[in-house]
């Protein structure tokens, strides 16, 4: 019942395993110094070593901003680390599942992005993204890409940590109120795939062609990161990780000049049916939790 599982030390990996015995499922986890993903035959060596039923691929460059001039080396892990661990999955005939981003798009849609969608990216970080989904559909069949957005949890360094940290440290904050987007829990990605998981490996009979492919994961409800600010400082009083909440302005994104454009709403929605997760309720389990 062995899961492989690429990245084990990020936001989204270290969920993975944690919650994997929840799912009766065992996983067996690399940090990118156990299995580095741009080394071919490092992912085959521990893939004979675990015999794996299904592949998960957590790692990824994920420094957005950096990426501009960091090109190479965010296609080497986003698009050829993929690459090569669906490289992989195909010669054992294994499932890989993969995440990808909502920065894949341009932002300049009015609605929710749906997987039928054509992808623009505005960034490197989502070109490279866009590149690895290409490279993952063309070498594995058994496949899936879950598309995710604004990620945060208790690990790793999120939007919802950041805002602590600048919150106790001064008593008023400017934040973007013009890009439009869905926070999303680290733990509702990790629970997503391995439900996807736990079906391929325990129930194979009952996989149809509705099981592979692109997928959204849709986080309700949308907001801006000015408003996902307010509900952070709102819960975080509420459940006394602070004292007093500062006072946050809502500014446009002139006022933060970055390396890279990001895209106006980059909001996911689905028309593949993948169940929307309520971010707010795990928002507050992760400050009490933190707490
Ligand atoms: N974070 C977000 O807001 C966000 C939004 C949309 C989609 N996503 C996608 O969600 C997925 C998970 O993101 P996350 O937030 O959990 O990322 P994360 O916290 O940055 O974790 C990524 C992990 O990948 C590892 N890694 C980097 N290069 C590697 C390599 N060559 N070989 C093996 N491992 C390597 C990193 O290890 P080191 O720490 O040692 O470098 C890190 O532990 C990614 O596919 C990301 O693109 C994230």
């Known amino acids: 019942m062995t899961i492989l599982l690429a990245g084990a030390n990020g936001q989204v990996g270290r969920e993975i395993s944690e919650r994997a015995t929840k799912f009766g499922l065992e996983v ?3 940090d990118a110094q156990g ?13 004979a070593a675990c015999q794996p039923k299904v592949i998960i691929n957590a790692a990824a460059y994920t420094a957005v ?4 001039s960091e090109r190479d080396l965010a296609f080497a892990i986003n698009c050829d680390g993929a690459s090569n661990l669906a490289r992989v999955s195909a ?5 890989l599942l993969h995440i990808s981003t909502d920065y894949v798009f341009d932002g300049e849609k009015d609605g929710d992005y749906i997987e039928s969608d054509v992808p623009n990216p505005v960034s490197v970080y989502g070109e490279s993204k866009y590149a690895g989904e290409l490279a993952v559909a063309g070498h594995c069949e058994q496949t899936v890409i879950l598309r995710v957005s604004w990620v945060f949890g208790q690990y790793g360094h999120n939007f919802v940590k950041t805002m602590l940290r600048l919150g106790a440290e001064r008593d008023e904050l400017n934040v973007v109120n013009d890009q439009y987007g869905a926070p999303t829990p680290a733990t509702s990605i990790a629970d997503t795939l391995l439900g996807m998981a736990e079906k391929m ?3 194979p009979d009952e996989l149809t062609i509705d099981d592979w492919g692109l997928f959204h994961l849709p986080s309700d409800p949308g ?5 996902f600010a307010a509900e952070i400082f709102e819960q975080a009083e509420k459940v006394g990780v602070i004292e007093q909440k500062p006072k ?14 990001r895209p106006r709403n980059s909001r996911l929605g689905t028309i593949r049916g993948t169940t929307a997760i309520e971010w707010r309720p795990e928002l507050q389990r992760m400050l009490v939790k933190g707490n």
């Open 223 to 227: 907001v801006t990161w000015y408003e």
């Open 248 to 261: 946050i302005n809502p500014v446009g994104s002139e006022a933060y000049p970055t390396p890279v454009k």
């Open 65 to 68: 901003d950096k990426a501009e």
């Open 28 to 30: 067996v986890g690399f």
């Open 91 to 95: 010669e054992r005939n294994i499932p």
């Open 35 to 47: 299995m580095d993903i741009t080394d071919l035959e490092a992912i085959r060596r521990q893939a």
């Open 201 to 203: 490996i325990k129930r």
